[in-house]
Structure formats: structure tokens, C-alpha cells
């Protein structure tokens, strides 16, 4: 069948018919590329974390206090193997302070060496589409943590990444 | 004949020129796509590695290499001025000769100049219509001494040629991570293989408490669990056996991956005296450099951190510790100055000497700088001994230079070199024994850091490790023991002088409802000072392997790193020249000598507490002090307010209520130590905490503000903040 054929009314209809599909097809793309994000509790906030910054989650027994670190430092530990600092998660974000050291976390790798944070707990992995996450950095001084989206349910996303690379995060150590 | 000294440096001076080669044949391939400042750059850096590689040739008698490296260097030299970039004929020519160079080191002093004659000669025409560039070679006297006669260059590379030295192949060269790496797992097999030996042990131990259960059972039940438990004995041991025959080959395993870790101090003679030269030549001083370190190694980390440190020191020894000629001549000095390096093996450790025989220090001069900078006051400074007012030039950026020079006068040379002596353990003095007859900085560096031979010990904040080097002795003490003098705890062990009393992070005071009976304290000592450290529980001495801090605490003032221990726990290796330091700002609770002394925590800056909210009075002239203090206690919960003098504050203190007062000691009208002193002359402020803060660490201050009635004194500085947190938290828990 040629277009001649065709009225001007039902050529619209096909038009906007295929437009639909191609919608459809481009949201069902869209939705295929979401993010694994790690939903854990501090301080009665509900902190994400993208699954892929994260190395692991342990319960840590025993926590060597560091004297003279940052007081968000809560000391020393063991993760498999290796030497590995405990950091209060809600310390750094300033929402509040855990009530002792040991407990869960959840440990993230920098240049290939883990940092541990420690968390209250650990309350599910959630799939986020990628696009909500896309964000960068404004100008103006480093945020202590970029929150890349904030759910429905009042989950805060952060970008680990701010965190690790922050000024005050290793004051003296190496970045 | 080559002199056998020299033969165990070949192997090393061979991996150099291998290294050079490689980069200097990877900068002809691609210096056509570099950028016009990378280039300038990369030229530079070529110029140095050929030049290296020539003076270190000459240095061993290959006059062979040493002549095509200086004309490779003529050729660079020429690009260099000419900033023309080369085409691919000069590119291939300078590539032919880099190769030759690394032909010629593979054979012995001597045999190298039958080598690739041709390729050199070839770019030698090619450089010769730009006329004499660089220096011509000369062979070193060293070299001339030991071989008087070199013979003429012959025909190139070819059946003839002598084959290269196969001695050359029995050095592999493995990049200092991977024997990082391996150290690592070392670690992580030590504490296996004890946890192993802890099970075995275990292990046993229920085998012994299930056999007291034997006769209690019917005669047919023992049999069968007898036999049982026999086997499980059996077992047991043989655990145990095979665990001591692991520890065994761990220790061996151990022992040689320390030994590979060693390298020689040797090793970087050549830089040393590149440097010296070249700074010489800078300044325009005639210097000599003696160097004496023969057969000593360290480990590759220490090598890796005092490399650079150790260079600043050399340069500041040629540009500040050197007169000029003229003025060495004129006080009866040879015109050449002599720098002397010494290494010499004491104990676990080595001791660096690094000696110059130039102008020495000048006491008034050093002590005027400190008393302009701020850095001590006048009345201190005249009461601290050569040593003290010595040590202030290892103050970060403290220089006796107005102005910085092209060498040194930035105040970092002896200030890098102390913290990498510190960072690795170790220890730095300066000394002078007066005018014009020079100065010795000596360094005291532990030969393996990597593990250590250490004091376990236990506090409430966990388990330390002390190194065994720094310690005197362990004993036990009553609280009656400890008495107080200029308001700090001392202790008198075994009849000796009173030493310093301090303790461990989270260690109970001595006045602590814990502290019933006696308690253990550790002597320790560095140097000529000594500290008494109290901790909970000494628990044992041991060789434990260290593992640097994580990345983000790398550098905590109190720690050089952290031990895994056999249970899995983590014990913190503590910084014995930090543990001095905080020692020697120990605070003070009361004026008068009676009084219970206030209990110090060594190395520690913990924030603690805070939990209700408390409001503080900030004193301080300084608009930013203000600031950062107010938004540092906020932070934590305490409600502030701010006076800008002592006699603002004194007006606040008549209206107001407050918890505490947080004071600095310089202000106008009225200063902290007056307004400390009219607190404590009020009968409704007498009891009001007053903690006075001040970047002056003299003892004359400290006790001039314990006298006026001061609780705590803060020295300002990295990490102030949290010393100040914590003692405010001590001094409202007291309060409250």
C-alpha cells in the first residue's frame, strides 16, 4: 500500500502509534540499566551506597582505638588479612556518633586498599535506575559526602567516592 | 685486574645503566610525539641519567662507557641548547650508542672499550661541529689508581669481542612492592601459623580436661572413650609437632625476605656525591665528600625514605654549614670544606653521622630567630641548654636564613630529615661543639623495620606494642609512689632521679578505684630522657612483623603502624618519640605540690565525652582562633561564647555563668595567666575550670600558669583540637 492511500488522520495515528513504541522501548532500555545500591542505617538515617564502591560487609569484633586519629576514626582492624581502618560513618556525615566501636560495616576499597565503615545496619539492596544517579559535583568547597539521590522512602544515595577523596578524610595520609 | 672492592658494586652499577638505557632508548622513540615541555623536561632528565651513568662509569674504571656516555651526554647537551628536536639519522645514532652503553657495562672494567667503538665514534663526529659541550672525561683517580694503564679502543662488538659477564644475570631486580607484597603475606602466614599453634593448644588442653572425666564413667564407656581420647592426643601432638616445624619454616621464610629487604647504604654514594658536587658548583665552595658506610644495609623502606631527606641535608650542609674559600682561608680552614658520611652498626641499629667541617652553629643566632618567630621566649631560651635550642632547627620551616637561597634556607632539610628518621622509627640529634668547627647531625635508624622486637601491653583502649630498644625496664609501683613536682606526676624508680610518670591511652589513673595495689610501669628511655609509662598489664615481649597504618591514618602522630596479633586482634606500635613529646606536655591540676598530680595520657588526643551540653567561655585576641574554636566545640555540643582580651572575659565571668574557661596566654590588656589568677582570687570562681591554650611548649610557662591556678594547658597545633576536647571532657567530668 502506498501513502497516497492512506488519509491524512490515519497517517497521524501510525505516526504517533510508532512514536509510542519507540518510547516504550527506550524507557524498557532505560530501566534494563539500573544500579545495585546497599541500603544500611545510621543514626536512624537510611544511607545507600552503590554496591559496586563496596568490597564486602563483616560484624568486627574487636576495634583498636588509634590515639591521635580523627575523631570520626573509630581505630583499627582486621579485614581479611590486612590492616584496615574503622570509620563512624555517622560521625563523618554529622548526623550523629555510634555508641561503640565493634559492630558492622560495610568496607569500601580506595587505590585497592579497604577503609571500613561502620553502620548500624544492614536493611536491603535496592536497584535504582542509573540516571537518578548521575550527578556531579557542584562547585564551592568538597561536600563531606555528594548525595547523588535521595528515594521516595527518604533514602540518602551517597557517592562514596567524595567521601574517600575528601581533604579531611585522610588529613595526613596519602589520597 | 679489577680491585675486588669494587666487584660487589658491578652488579648494581650494571642494573643502573640497564635502567638508564631503557630510558633513555624509550625517549628516542618517542620524542617526535612528546609536547614541547615535556621534552625540555625528558632532555633533562636524559642529560642527568647519562651523566650518572658516566661518573659512576669512571668511578669503576670503565673509561670505555664513560666516553660514549659523555659524548651521548654532548649530544643531549646540544638539543638541549639548541631546542631543535632531533631527526631520525641523530635519533638512530644516539639509540645505537645508549645500546652500546649497556653492551659495554655488561662486561668488566676494561673490556668495555673494545665495545661498539664505531656507533660512538659516529656520533661523537656527528656532535664535534658544535664545538666542546660538556666536560671532557677524564678517568676517576680511584679507577686510574687501580688500573694505571688503560688500553687504546679496538675494533667493535664481533667473534673477537670478550663475551659479556654472566655474573650480570644473577641479579634480578624486583620492584620494591612486590617484596612489600611479600612481606605482607609473610605477616599473614606468622599469624596463621600461630593461630595454628593456639588450636593445637587448645586442642590438648580439652583433651586433658575430657581424661579427669574417665573415672567417673563405667569401666566399657572408658575403654572406648580412652581409646578415643588416646588417639586424640595422639592427634593433639602431632598438631602441635607440625606447627613448630611450620613456625620454624616461617621464621626461615621470614628471615629471608628481611635479608632481601636489606639493601646497601653503598648504594647511594653515587647520589650523595652527585649532589654534593653539583650543589658545590651551584654555590661555587670547594668540597670534598668522605664516605664510610662500608658493608652496612637497611631495609629498603628506609632506604626509599631518607633518600631524598638525606639529600637536602647534603645540600644544606654545602650551602649553609660551608664557609666560601675565602673565608675558610681567612680563619686557617684548607679552602676545601670536607663533608664526612659515617654509617656504623650499634646494636639493632645504625648510626648516620653526617659531618661537616664548616662554620657550626650559632647559638645566639638560632635562639634570636626562635624568640622573633615566636617559637620560645626570651627568658626560656636563655635557660635551655645547647642541645634544646640546637633541636629547634629541626622545627618544620625553621631556618636561621632570612631569606631562602637556590639550595636551602626554606627550613625543610633538617625538618625532612628528622620525620623520615621519626616515621621509620629512629631518632635525629644536631650538634656543635662552636664556632667554625662545623656540625654533626647523627641519625639513629633501626636496621629492619619491617618487624620489630617489642613490649606487648594492655590498657583499657586496647593492646600496644612498645619497642624493646626503648625500654629500660618493667616494674611495679604503689599510687603512694607517685609524687608531684612543677605539678606533673613523677616517679622515683630504684632510687634513680624522678622521671616523668604517664600513661598508656585509656590506662587507669593512679587515683582510679582500679588502682588498689601496685601497678606495672614501664621505664623507657631515648637518649638522655627518660619517661615512666603506666599501663594495665604487661604481657610479653615478642618479634612481631608491623604493618604500615591504613592509608587514611597514615601519619596519626602517636602510631608508626599496627600488629596483627595471634588471636586476630590488632595491637597499635606506638611512637616512642611521640610518647616523649606528649609526655613532656603533661598537664596540671594544682599549684601546690601536694595535691595529687593530674594524670596524663600519653599520645593521646582522643575527643571523649561531651555528651551534655556545657557552655564554655573562649578567650583569645585572635579573630580566626575564635572562630575555629567556637565552630570545633559547637561541633561537638558545647554551647560557646567569645571575649576577645582578659578583661572582656573578666567583665563576662562577673554576669554569666559558664562551665569552663578556654583561654589563650598572649592578649592585650589583660592575658590569660592575670585573668587565670583573678578567677582563682574569686571565692564564686575559684573552682571554675580554666584551661589555657597557647602555641608556647616552655616549661617556664607551664608552671607560671600552673602557679596562677590553671587546670590544663593545650599547646596549639595539628590536632590541638581534639587534645582540648579531651580535656575539657576530663575537667567538667571532674567538675560535675
Given at each position: ?42 543514626a ?23 590515639a591521635g586519629a580523627p575523631p570520626f ?15 563512624d560513618?555517622a560521625a563523618w556525615l554529622q548526623i550523629g556518633r ?43 568547597p568538597?561536600?563531606r ?23 579531611e578524610?585522610?588529613p595526613?595520609?596519602?589520597? | ?369 626562635a624568640v622573633v618567630r615566636g617559637v620560645v621566649r626570651a627568658e626560656d631560651a ?102 608531684a613536682l612543677g605539678g606533673r606526676p ?12 604517664c600513661a598508656?591511652p585509656?590506662?587507669?589513673g593512679?587515683d ?45 602522630p ?23 613529646e606528649t609526655g613532656i606536655q603533661a598537664s596540671f591540676q594544682s599549684s601546690t605540690e601536694a595535691a595529687a598530680p593530674a594524670w596524663t595520657a600519653a599520645g593521646e588526643t582522643r575527643t571523649s565525652g561531651a555528651a551534655a551540653p556545657r557552655r564554655l567561655l573562649v578567650v583569645d585576641d585572635s579573630l580566626t582562633a575564635r572562630a575555629l574554636a567556637k565552630d570545633a566545640l559547637e561541633r561537638v555540643g558545647y554551647s560557646v561564647e567569645l571575649a576577645s582580651d582578659g578583661s572582656e572575659a573578666w567583665e563576662r565571668l562577673q554576669v554569666e555563668e559558664f562551665a569552663a574557661v578556654v583561654s589563650d596566654i598572649d592578649m592585650p590588656n589583660l592575658d590569660g595567666i592575670a585573668l587565670t589568677r583573678r578567677i582563682r582570687g574569686s571565692a564564686r570562681l575559684a573552682h571554675l575550670p580554666v584551661l589555657l591554650v597557647t602555641t608556647r611548649n616552655a616549661q617556664a610557662m607551664i608552671d607560671e600558669g600552673a602557679r596562677a591556678g590553671a587546670d590544663e594547658y593545650v599547646i596549639k597545633g595539628e590536632y590541638a583540637m581534639n587534645a582540648l576536647l579531651a580535656v575539657l571532657a576530663r575537667q567538667l567530668g571532674k567538675a560535675s
Amino acid at each position: 500500500m502506498s501513502t497516497e492511500e492512506i488519509d491524512e488522520a490515519s497517517y497521524a495515528r501510525i505516526l504517533e502509534q510508532r512514536a509510542r513504541r519507540l518510547l516504550q522501548t527506550v524507557e524498557r532500555v532505560e530501566h534494563r540499566h539500573t544500579i545495585a545500591v546497599l541500603v544500611v542505617r545510621v543514626a536512624n538515617d537510611l544511607v545507600g551506597i552503590c554496591a559496586d564502591q563496596l568490597d564486602g560487609a563483616v560484624e568486627l569484633d574487636t576495634v583498636a582505638h588509634l590515639a591521635g586519629a580523627p575523631p570520626f576514626v573509630l581505630g583499627l582492624a582486621v579485614y581479611r588479612g590486612a590492616l584496615v581502618s574503622v570509620v563512624d560513618l555517622a560521625a563523618w556525615l554529622q548526623i550523629g556518633r555510634v555508641e561503640r566501636a565493634t559492630g558492622l560495616v560495610v568496607v569500601a576499597t580506595h587505590t585497592q586498599e579497604p577503609v571500613a565503615f561502620r553502620v548500624d545496619t544492614i536493611e536491603g539492596v535496592r536497584s535504582l535506575p542509573a540516571q537518578t544517579l548521575d550527578q556531579s559535583p557542584s562547585g564551592g568547597p568538597a561536600p563531606r559526602a555528594l548525595t547523588l539521590a535521595v528515594t521516595a522512602d527518604l533514602v540518602r544515595v551517597l557517592d562514596l567516592s567524595t567521601i574517600l577523596t575528601h581533604p579531611e578524610f585522610a588529613p595526613r595520609g596519602r589520597r | 685486574m679489577i680491585d675486588p672492592r669494587l666487584l660487589p658494586l658491578l652488579p648494581g652499577f650494571r642494573a643502573e645503566v640497564a635502567e638508564h638505557v631503557d630510558y633513555l632508548q624509550q625517549l628516542f622513540e618517542t620524542c617526535d610525539s612528546l609536547a614541547p615541555e615535556r621534552w625540555q623536561a625528558d632532555l633533562k632528565d636524559a642529560l642527568r641519567r647519562a651523566h650518572g651513568v658516566k661518573g659512576g662509569a669512571l668511578s669503576l674504571g670503565y673509561s670505555g662507557l664513560g666516553q660514549a656516555a659523555h659524548v651521548l651526554e654532548d649530544a643531549l647537551a646540544h638539543f638541549q641548547r639548541s631546542a631543535e628536536r632531533p631527526d631520525s639519522e641523530w635519533r638512530q645514532a644516539m639509540y645505537d650508542v645508549a645500546a652500546v652503553m649497556r653492551a659495554m657495562s655488561e662486561h668488566d672494567p676494561g673490556g668495555d672499550a673494545k665495545v661498539g667503538h664505531d656507533k660512538v665514534a659516529a656520533l661523537a663526529a656527528r656532535v664535534a661541529p658544535f664545538g666542546p659541550i660538556t666536560e671532557a672525561v677524564e678517568v676517576a683517580p680511584r679507577a686510574a689508581a687501580i688500573r694505571p694503564a688503560l688500553e687504546p679502543a679496538r675494533e667493535a662488538t664481533g667473534p673477537g669481542a670478550d663475551p659479556p659477564n654472566r655474573a650480570a644475570v644473577d641479579v634480578v631486580r624486583v620492584p620494591g612492592a612486590k617484596l612489600d607484597r611479600l612481606m605482607a603475606s609473610v605477616g599473614e602466614l606468622m599469624t596463621a601459623s600461630a593461630r595454628c599453634g593456639a588450636l593445637a593448644h587448645a586442642w590438648s588442653q580439652d583433651v586433658e580436661q575430657l581424661a579427669e572425666f574417665l573415672p567417673k564413667v563405667s569401666p566399657s564407656v572408658r575403654r572406648e572413650l580412652s581409646a578415643v581420647l588416646s588417639r586424640l592426643e595422639h592427634q593433639a601432638r602431632r598438631a602441635r609437632n607440625e606447627q613448630r616445624g611450620l613456625q620454624q619454616v616461617v621464621e626461615n621464610f621470614t628471615g629471608s625476605i628481611k635479608s632481601a629487604r636489606m639493601i646497601a647504604l653503598e648504594s647511594e654514594v653515587p647520589l650523595w656525591r652527585r649532589t654534593v658536587r653539583e650543589a658545590a658548583q651551584l654555590v661555587e665552595k670547594e668540597v670534598v665528600l668522605h664516605v664510610d658506610v662500608a658493608e652496612i644495609e637497611l631495609d629498603k623502606l628506609a632506604i626509599d625514605q631518607l633518600s631524598q631527606p638525606l639529600l637536602h641535608l647534603l645540600r644544606n650542609c654545602v650551602d649553609h654549614g660551608l664557609e666560601v674559600p675565602e673565608d675558610r682561608f681567612e680563619v686557617g680552614k684548607p679552602r676545601v670544606g670536607v663533608i664526612e658520611i659515617v654509617a656504623r652498626l650499634r646494636g639493632t641499629q645504625v648510626e648516620l653521622c653526617i659531618r661537616d667541617d664548616g662554620r657550626g652553629l650559632d647559638r645566639a643566632l638560632i635562639e634570636q630567630k626562635a624568640v622573633v618567630r615566636g617559637v620560645v621566649r626570651a627568658e626560656d631560651a636563655a635557660a635551655m641548654d645547647d642541645d634544646a635550642i640546637f633541636s629547634l632547627l629541626f622545627a618544620a620551616g625553621f631556618s636561621t636564613r632570612d631569606a631562602a637561597g637556590p639550595l636551602s634556607g626554606r627550613g625543610v632539610g633538617l625538618d625532612a630529615v628528622a620525620h623520615a628518621a621519626r616515621q621509620l622509627g629512629g631518632s635525629a640529634r644536631i650538634t656543635s661543639q662552636g664556632p667554625d668547627s662545623g656540625t654533626t647531625v647523627t641519625l639513629l635508624i633501626p636496621t629492619n623495620i619491617a618487624s620489630i622486637r617489642g613490649l606487648l601491653v594492655r590498657a583499657e583502649d586496647g593492646t600496644f606494642v612498645l619497642p624493646l630498644d626503648a625500654v629500660e625496664r618493667v616494674t611495679r609501683i604503689g599510687v603512694a609512689d607517685v609524687k608531684a613536682l612543677g605539678g606533673r606526676p613523677v616517679v622515683q624508680i630504684a632510687g634513680d632521679a624522678a622521671v616523668r610518670l604517664c600513661a598508656l591511652p585509656g590506662a587507669a589513673g593512679p587515683d582510679a578505684p582500679s588502682r588498689k595495689g601496685r601497678f606495672p610501669i614501664v621505664a623507657m628511655r631515648r637518649g638522655e630522657e627518660r619517661l615512666a609509662l603506666a599501663v594495665d598489664e604487661v604481657l610479653r615481649d615478642a618479634d612481631l612483623v608491623v604493618r604500615p597504618l591504613p592509608w587514611n591514618v597514615r601519619g596519626t602522630p602517636s602510631a608508626l603502624g599496627g600488629v596483627i596479633l595471634d588471636d586476630g586482634t590488632v595491637a597499635i606500635l606506638m611512637d616512642v618519640a611521640h610518647l616523649f613529646e606528649t609526655g613532656i606536655q603533661a598537664s596540671f591540676q594544682s599549684s601546690t605540690e601536694a595535691a595529687a598530680p593530674a594524670w596524663t595520657a600519653a599520645g593521646e588526643t582522643r575527643t571523649s565525652g561531651a555528651a551534655a551540653p556545657r557552655r564554655l567561655l573562649v578567650v583569645d585576641d585572635s579573630l580566626t582562633a575564635r572562630a575555629l574554636a567556637k565552630d570545633a566545640l559547637e561541633r561537638v555540643g558545647y554551647s560557646v561564647e567569645l571575649a576577645s582580651d582578659g578583661s572582656e572575659a573578666w567583665e563576662r565571668l562577673q554576669v554569666e555563668e559558664f562551665a569552663a574557661v578556654v583561654s589563650d596566654i598572649d592578649m592585650p590588656n589583660l592575658d590569660g595567666i592575670a585573668l587565670t589568677r583573678r578567677i582563682r582570687g574569686s571565692a564564686r570562681l575559684a573552682h571554675l575550670p580554666v584551661l589555657l591554650v597557647t602555641t608556647r611548649n616552655a616549661q617556664a610557662m607551664i608552671d607560671e600558669g600552673a602557679r596562677a591556678g590553671a587546670d590544663e594547658y593545650v599547646i596549639k597545633g595539628e590536632y590541638a583540637m581534639n587534645a582540648l576536647l579531651a580535656v575539657l571532657a576530663r575537667q567538667l567530668g571532674k567538675a560535675s
